[in-house]
């Protein structure tokens, strides 16, 4: 099987020496196994993309020499894609609209004293979703539907969990440096696929692109690895492939804390504007 790996910025930011360092072990996984590499542009955030950064980033990555041997795959151009997955997903029972707003799921988390601590669990999404909404009666949530009420779309992990038990298969994905690991997607609970604002979220278009683009390889930071749990049940739900995992560390400061831009992560472009070269660059992130 040919190895395609893939590189998935956010335009959120111009790319800096962490980007590079990202870019180049998917380009090099690529390489070396004689495979193919391809670029996504990870852009569903309407508050936090930016089309300037988009382009910044496609001109920095040409720059570099990291080219795509694919079409570009420009996430915030599939929406109904994305919508098709949701209702897919809704059909089979396994999310739920939610109606609550961030206040009201405050107040809630607050309410339930014993409400289970997971905030080490790593779930990108802070503390678990209280439930409020996942045992609405089906009344109650049509009406609401129909008023267009504002809404997410959550997961339910217990009703996945079942399908997944039902099934017999084992969740789990390969870490070329350490094996098989069993995927524990449970402590995200009910997270949200489907935001209010787009009817996507990085989880899902996440697995729905590295299916789509037949990703065997994914190389992405350490921080993603608790996430790498959910996205194997998100495959198995959609029938979608599991790729390999390669989670290296994150390229950091002279700090030791994470390079990005609030830690004075120089833009590329700048390094650019200094007169280094594209060769210059990689070399400062891979020795
Ligand atoms: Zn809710």
Not at 165 to 179: H, I, K, M, N, V
Not at 253 to 267: E, F, I, N, Q, Y
């Amino acid at each position: 099987m040919q190895v395609v790996t893939r590189f998935a910025p956010s335009p959120t930011g111009f790319l800096h020496l962490g980007h590079v360092y990202a870019a180049s072990a998917a380009w090099h996984a690529a390489r070396q196994a004689g495979g193919r590499f391809l670029l996504r542009l990870e852009d569903i955030d309407p508050q936090r993309c930016r089309a300037e950064y988009a382009a910044a980033a496609l001109e920095d990555l040409a720059w570099l020499g990291f080219v795509s041997d694919a079409p570009l795959r420009v996430q915030s151009a599939h929406l109904p894609e994305y919508r098709a997955t949701l209702e897919h997903l809704a059909a089979r029972a396994l999310i739920y609209p939610c109606f609550c707003s961030r206040a009201d799921i405050a107040r809630e988390v607050a309410a339930a004293a014993s409400a289970p601590h997971t905030g080490d669990t790593g779930a990108p999404d802070g503390s678990p979703y209280p439930g409020t909404c996942r045992h609405l009666p089906p009344a109650v949530r049509a009406e609401k539907l129909a008023a267009g009420a504002p809404h997410a779309w959550r997961l339910d992990m217990q009703a996945a969990l079942a399908h997944v038990a039902t099934t017999g298969a084992a969740l789990r994905f390969f870490e070329p440096s350490e094996g098989w690991i069993a995927a524990d997607p449970a402590p995200f609970g009910d997270v949200v696929l489907g935001r209010r604002d787009v009817p996507a979220s990085y989880h899902l278009c996440v697995t729905h692109d590295d299916a789509l683009q037949g990703i065997t390889l994914v190389t992405r930071a350490h921080d993603l690895k608790p996430a790498t749990h959910l996205h194997v049940l998100l495959q198995h739900l959609m029938h979608w492939p599991t790729p390999a995992y390669a989670h290296h560390a994150l390229l950091t400061g002279p700090t030791g804390a994470r390079l990005s831009k609030r830690d004075g992560a120089v833009p590329i472009r700048d390094l650019r504007a200094k007169g280094l070269t594209a060769d210059e660059i990689c070399r400062q992130v891979i020795g």
